[in-house]
T-cell receptor, first 110, second 114 residues
Framework: KNEVEQSPQNLTAQEGEFITINCSYS?????LHWLQQHPGGGIVSLFM???GKKKHGRLIATINIQEKHSSLHITASHPRDSAVYIC????????????FGKGTKLSVKP | DGGITQSPKYLFRKEGQNVTLSCEQN?????MYWYRQDPGQGLRLIYY???????QKGDIAEGYSVSREKKESFPLTVTSAQKNPTAFYLC?????????????FGPGTRLTVL
């Protein structure tokens, strides 16, 4: 069974802290996505990666294909980063379907 | 502005009624998806479509139906056969299914069955 596991489930941080959210998956993938879901429910795609590392502003995503593991880092966290962060993987095939983790709820306190 | 719209944002339905959720995109994307989100669970795929007039069942298609008569539109009908329809429904699209491509999500529709 293809599974995506995220940790931690919930995370509370103080403003300015460095944050790491982890994602593990069970079999080989074509790509891994990090998504952000705000309290209103809308989802924004942050990164799609299949190897190495990507950076956008204060967000950094890394993936280790051999270990089947990815991390999302937030530097200098801010209360506006409070959201649910979701990891999703694409196992390939013709459908382009994603398998989603349950999400990590991040709360950044001022 | 390009994007995906879903309507309505909130929807209430009586038990036994069918209801249709709208999803429209002006991104010229070929592929469109419907997901369901329940508290404490990851998103689950209901249906997807890679091209007009064609669609495929996802992991939890029972009690749902879709149509794809136009490239821009992919409405989802929640039928009375769906045993537990109360959930948050998200529509997404991508330029090409099966290719490494970002999926763009709509704002979602929260359906409550009374």
């Amino acid at each position: 069974k293809n599974e995506v596991e995220q940790s931690p489930q919930n995370l509370t941080a103080q403003e300015g802290e460095f944050i790491t959210i982890n994602c593990s998956y069970s079999v080989g993938i074509s790509a891994l996505h990090w998504l952000q879901q705000h309290p209103g429910g809308g989802i924004v795609s942050l990164f799609m990666l299949s190897s190495g590392k990507k950076k956008h502003g204060r967000l950094i995503a890394t993936i280790n294909i051999q270990e089947k593991h990815s991390s999302l880092h937030i530097t200098a966290s801010h209360p506006r980063d409070s959201a649910v962060y979701i990891c999703a993987v694409n196992y390939g095939g013709s459908q382009g379907n994603l398998i989603f983790g349950k999400g990590t709820k991040l709360s950044v306190k001022p | 502005d390009g994007g995906i719209t879903q309507s309505p944002k909130y929807l209430f339905r009586k038990e036994g009624q069918n209801v249709t959720l709208s999803c429209e995109q002006n991104l010229n994307h070929d592929a469109m998806y419907w997901y369901r989100q329940d508290p404490g669970q990851g998103l689950r795929l209901i249906y997807y479509s890679q091209i007009v007039n064609d669609f495929q069942k996802g992991d939890i298609a029972e009690g749902y139906s879709v149509s794809r008569e136009k490239k821009e539109s992919f409405p989802l009908t929640v039928t009375s056969a769906q045993k537990n329809p109360t959930a948050f429904y998200l529509c997404a699209s991508s330029s090409l299914a099966g290719v490494l491509d970002t999926q763009y999500f709509g704002p979602g529709t929260r359906l409550t069955v009374l």
